[in-house]
């Protein structure tokens, strides 16, 4: 599924590592095959650390993203249902 999924926004991006959508969406798959690894390996810190390295990483290309094109950021984030946005 993840893979399925990877591929379609490849496509989409032609392939291009430099946007700033594709690094969020390999910094949410990283984060998530360590998410499931650390549900099953309580005591792995090293994998804890870089965990939160890479939810860092992503956190400040989502704040460039937000103040550089709001609309990308908003599609960027229902399509890799990362938060929930606030309606006013």
Do not use: C, P, W
Not at 15 to 41: C, D, M, P, W, Y
């Amino acid at each position: 599924m993840i893979k399925n999924a990877f591929i379609s926004f490849q496509d989409q991006k032609e392939a291009s590592r430099g946007f700033v959508e594709f690094q969020v969406f390999s910094f949410t798959n990283k984060i998530r095959r360590l998410t499931s690894h650390l549900e099953l390996h309580r005591k792995d810190f090293l994998s804890q650390r870089g965990l939160r390295k890479i939810l860092g990483k992503r956190q400040r290309l989502l704040i460039y993203l937000s103040k550089k094109n709001r609309v990308r950021y908003k599609e960027l984030i229902n399509q890799l249902n990362i938060r929930e946005l606030k309606t006013r």
